[in-house]
């Protein structure tokens, strides 16, 4: 699947996580297991892994500095955000309360 765009993103309704990460990123390869068990206790949300890095564009866009950086959308707009978390409860916070 091809990275979305940022106006795919900003028009999009349904409930999406974006990874924001690398592949070779030994924080994201850490965090790996508490986003799969988190992302599996939210089936309805959509999780799209992004490839970030020098020119990738979509990354600056958000704002993203390190890696992972997680956000969660509503209907386009951003509802939550963590970076380089150190557990499942800190990815499990940026769907909020009664998520």
Known sequence: MSEPTREEIDASVEPTVLEFGASWCGYC???QPDIVSVMRAHPSVRHIRIEDGKGRRLGRTF????WPTLIYLENGAE???VVRPDDAA???A???PGA
């Open 63 to 66: 704002g993203v500095k390190l």
């Open 90 to 92: 800190a990815i499990e």
């Open 94 to 96: 940026i769907f909020g």
């Open 29 to 31: 390869q850490a965090a």
């Open 79 to 81: 509802k939550g955000r």
